[in-house]
């Protein structure tokens, strides 16, 4: 985060104007969401018990207001990707790094849904692992416990993989790599 504020005053200002962009994207999801599904207006006081908030998550109303959500949360999702990437490390302008990012997601739709695939797994295996355990030392402190650091841990390899997605998606070979070939091709022409 701090690196991003260091890298001079053209970049943080784009930085500054993605997230912008990116939270008015949000708000708009927000605001349209209950338009779309008709959603009456919440409760003033909701209860607080936690057979009522089970019971408020699957009743139809909110599923459908969650999937109409995440629908339009996806392409808000594709266009913001490696968009963040692209303008710090490569000085792209926000709105271009937004369309990049959109074409390169797309282009990579498949390779995109077997990593969604592979994270779900994760998390689900991480949840049914966790499950196991407190259903053995019958310990639902544990569980509160042990909830916390590996949420946290999840969102930190999580974010880390995000990387590979912008290398693979951009850059075909590294810089090392691309430099080394050309010096030893022109060598090789040195030599012949």
């Known amino acids: 985060l701090v690196s991003a504020f260091r890298a001079g005053r053209q970049r943080m200002r784009a930085m500054l104007v993605l997230g912008a962009l ?21 409760p003033a006081a909701a209860p607080a018990t936690a ?46 790094s937004l369309f990049f990012s959109f074409v390169a997601c797309i282009r990579n739709a498949g390779a995109f849904l077997m990593y969604g695939m592979g994270w779900f797994g994760v998390f689900l295996g991480m949840g049914i692992g966790l499950s196991i355990i407190t259903g053995l030392t019958g310990s ?4 509160a416990a042990a909830m916390m650091p590996l949420a946290l841990l999840m969102a930190a390899m999580f974010s880390t993989s995000i990387y590979f997605t ?27």
């Not at 639902?140 to 569980?143: C, F, G």
């Open 166 to 192: 912008f290398r693979d998606s951009f850059v075909a070979t590294p810089p090392d790599d691309s430099t080394g070939s050309a010096e030893d091709a022109h060598n090789t022409d040195d030599k012949s």
């Open 22 to 42: 990116y939270a008015a994207a949000c708000l708009l999801i927000v605001m349209v969401v209950p338009f779309l599904v008709d959603a009456p207006p919440l």
């Open 51 to 96: 057979e009522a908030g089970r019971e408020a998550m699957m009743a139809p109303q909110f599923q459908l207001t969650m999937l109409v959500t995440m629908l339009l949360y996806l392409p808000v999702s594709l266009l913001f990707w490696h968009a963040p990437a692209l303008v710090h490390w490569h000085g792209i302008s926000p709105v271009k």
């Open 140 to 143: 639902a402190t544990l569980m």
